[in-house]
């Protein structure tokens, strides 16, 4: 039984930073690309970030380039997400998922297609 769950979430004033962290089991993490997702109140859910198999193709939406990094441990089976200079907009449930078996889950552009579930995520509030 695949299970993702993340974790890291909490309450960070504008311009603060938080590491979130996915635990994986129930599936080669290594061999597996990976994403964070993003949901605030009322909107729909949003690809923030994915990262290949190997950790060496990463991409990130552009609302959070040049202020998150995506990274995994593929012998703890962790993924993370280290995020700085957050601001209220991105106050929001992040989740992590894993590509069910495309192997396109951070191939271009349109990786958030690829993925179709999502593990417990962990909630972000980002306010002073």
């Known amino acids: 039984e695949v299970q993702l769950q993340a974790s890291g979430g909490g309450l960070v004033q504008p311009g603060g930073s938080l590491r979130l962290s996915c635990a994986a089991s129930?599936?080669?993490?290594?061999?597996?690309?990976m994403s964070w997702f993003r949901q605030a109140p009322g909107k729909e859910r949003e690809g923030v970030s994915c990262?290949?198999?190997?950790?060496?193709?990463?991409y990130y939406s552009d609302s959070v380039r040049g202020r998150f990094t995506i990274s995994r441990d593929n012998a703890k089976n962790t993924m993370y997400l280290q995020m700085n200079n957050l601001k209220p907009d991105d106050t929001a449930v992040y989740s992590c998922?894993?590509?069910?078996?495309?192997?396109?889950?951070?191939?271009?552009?349109?990786?958030?297609?690829?993925?179709?579930?999502w593990g417990q995520g962990t909630l972000v509030t980002v306010s002073s």
């Open positions: 998922s894993h590509d069910p078996g495309t192997g396109k889950g951070c191939y271009d552009k349109e990786w958030p297609v690829v993925y179709k579930s």
């Open positions: 990262i290949s198999s190997s950790g060496d193709v990463i």
């Open positions: 129930g599936f080669s993490f290594s061999s597996t690309d």
